[in-house]
């Protein structure tokens, strides 16, 4: 489906033309005439898939219409993380190139001038502010924020937040919110705390679902069975004829990413890191050296495998299996974008391998499995075990310990059991 079918206004049609916005994605074809008609909406899409446009644009749409009260607060979208909230605030800017509605983005920093700048935007009354929890409170604390008139509150990766913790904060800013309002709440996954969550904030919702989408087709999806210690040679290997270019590495713990970080700066290799330990300042100086092309390749955690939009990474690389099949799709999906072509490399340990394979299982797909480099040695064989395999096994111990007598409550001399010796 084009915009052009859709309901929007002239001023909205203007600013995505200029963008070269022609097509619709499902999840804005499914939500934006839901918004339009004025329904609480809970959509379950994932990053990539074009929702951060599901809902500013009929949002836009409305603004635009100058129904709403003039310098007062008309919609509130929050987001986890700042890296967010300044991408929403970028497609903000463009969307509404043609529009006469005004934005202020509220996150966290050190940077006093933009507190004050933040203060400005919400005391005179910007129709849309785009805010992460925490900065929020602190500017509603101190008496001066007015969100009595708010027609739309929008949360975007709910999910996130609730992962981060920002359950109460939610809670607490919805008590500054008309009951009167529209509520949406946009989630890459649908788990019960979510499913609460909108039992208490939204009203009658309607739900749209774009089913756990496998990984684009125009993704190269490969693998290295391989021992833990082969992982950098393989790397050392992959860019030894050809020089790394947009390059993406996700490893498992902020710990990982130092150690990785480090390694391939002694190859020489032009690498910078992304994690929780780095300052906020220091955080967006490597993203923007990286989305500069001044940084080759970028060592993260999971912080930004959803929510961060660079459009051209040529190259995914798992340094470690991804806890599960959507960290996989989130990871993964940061590359093939926006037309581009892409690959994904998964490193798989032996200790990974069963986490693996139930990815694969998810994917309905093998993962075609490339031979580690012979000056490496030899690697292990992919002999995933299953949960059965297992099960039958804890069984079998479970019978052995039973029937001889041994059990891990077994007491020592002094009458403790291992258990309370611990």
Known sequence: MKFSELKLNT??????????????????????????????LIAV?????????????????????????????????????????????????????????SSVAVYGGNDGILFEQQKRGLTLGADVVIA???????????????LSRVSYFILDEADRMLDMGFYDDIMQIAKFLPKERQTIMFSATM???????????????????LAVSR???????????????????????????????????????????????????????????????LEQVQREEVMYEFKAGRINILVATDIVSRGIDIDDIRLVINFDVPHDSEDYVHRIGRTARANHDGVAITFVSEKEQTKFKHIEKFLEKDIYKIAVPKELGEAPEYKPRSNENRGRQNFRQNSVKKHTGKNHQQKNASGKSKQERR
Do not use: W
């Open 11 to 40: 001023q909205v049609l203007e600013a995505l033309d200029a963008m070269r916005f022609d097509e619709c994605t499902p999840i804005q074809e499914q939500s934006i005439p839901v918004i339009l008609e004025g329904k609480d």
């Open 191 to 209: 788990p019960s705390k979510i499913q609460q969550l909108a039992k208490t904030i939204l009203n009658n919702p309607v739900e749209v679902k």
């Open 215 to 277: 990984p684009a087709d125009k993704i190269i999806q490969t693998a290295y069975v391989c021992y833990e210690n082969q992982k950098l040679g393989i790397i050392r290997s992959l860019f030894a004829e050809q020089a790394p270019e947009r390059v993406l590495i996700f490893a498992s713990s902020k710990i990982k990413v130092k150690e990785v970080t480090k390694a391939l700066k002694i190859m020489k290799l032009n690498v910078g890191e992304m994690h929780s330990d």
């Open 132 to 146: 992460t929890p925490g900065r929020l409170i602190a500017h509603l604390s101190l008496g001066y924020v007015d």
């Open 45 to 101: 899409a994932q990053t990539g898939t074009g929702k951060t446009a599901a809902y500013l644009l009929p949002v836009l749409n409305k603004l635009s219409e100058g129904e709403h009260p003039e310098e007062a607060i008309n919609c509130i979208v929050m987001a986890p993380t700042r890296e967010l909230a300044q991408q929403i605030d970028q497609q903000m800017e463009g969307f509404s190139y043609f529009v006469p509605v």
